[in-house]
T-cell receptor
Framework: KAGVTQTPRYLIKTRGQQVTLSCSPISGHRSVSWYQQTPGQGLQFLFE???????NKGNFPGRFSGRQFSNSRSEMNVSTLELGDSALYLC?????????????FGSGTRLTVV | GQQVMQIPQYQHVQEGEDFTTYCNSS?????IQWYKQRPGGHPVFLIQLVKSGEVKKQKRLTFQFGEAKKNSSLHITATQTTDVGTYFCAGSRTGNQFYFGTGTSLTVIP
């Protein structure tokens, strides 16, 4: 089956701009979680969407937002970009139930803010 | 919020030596998962532990979940260069949302 698809793979934006990242989960997976990864900081949880509803949220400012569509595809948006937002953004797909197996990650979108 | 700490942050070993990374949570977990991320890659799911005191093996990898379900370890016997990467634990209290540890970066010297 197809894996998790994230687009675009790379992005360069300037400070103050906004950006939208996309994630298509594995077919049948209803949960999409977003993580920010920077060197030395590990994987910081942004939010999780399940059946079009935000079910869990991490400790990121309101500039970071997301949504999920009826086909489970998800987008995350970052407004008013700052230099510190430069990172690898990973999307993780799962069943989202208590019987879930592990997350399947996409290859990520590498965002550079200049 | 939920905290999952992992030690050590970095580990260099000679090929053939053993390696262990430890994961500790401030709260009791329902499940813990382990992932491996190769350099330049994305995390790949290795295993999930759900029972107190559970031990699971995958070839040279041994995973343990503590009796109190607050800690876990991953042990690799006789490391190989293919083991290089960052190993992450991820803990959950609910079973459907996981918080990742800071990771242990393993370097294997041939």
């Amino acid at each position: 089956k197809a894996g998790v698809t994230q687009t675009p793979r790379y992005l360069i934006k300037t400070r103050g701009q906004q950006v939208t990242l996309s994630c298509s989960p594995i077919s049948g997976h209803r949960s999409v979680s977003w993580y920010q990864q920077t060197p030395g900081q590990g994987l910081q949880f942004l939010f999780e969407y399940f059946s079009e509803t935000q079910r869990n949220k991490g400790n990121f400012p309101g500039r970071f937002s997301g949504r999920q569509f009826s086909n489970s595809r998800s987008e995350m948006n970052v407004s008013t970009l700052e230099l510190g937002d430069s990172a690898l953004y990973l999307c993780a797909s799962s069943l989202g139930t208590q019987q879930m197996d592990g997350y399947t990650f996409g290859s990520g979108t590498r965002l550079t803010v200049v | 919020g939920q905290q999952v700490m992992q030690i050590p942050q970095y580990q260099h070993v000679q090929e053939g030596e053993d390696f262990t990374t430890y994961c500790n949570s401030s709260t009791t977990l329902s499940n813990i998962q382990w992932y491996k991320q190769r350099p330049g890659g994305h995390p790949v799911f290795l295993i999930q532990l759900v029972k107190s005191g559970e031990v699971k093996k995958q070839k040279r990898l041994t995973f343990q979940f503590g009796e109190a379900k607050k800690n876990s370890s991953l042990h690799i016997t006789a490391t190989q260069t293919t083991d290089v990467g960052t190993y992450f634990c991820a803990g959950s209290r609910t079973g459907n949302q996981f918080y990742f540890g800071t990771g242990t970066s393993l370097t294997v010297i041939p």
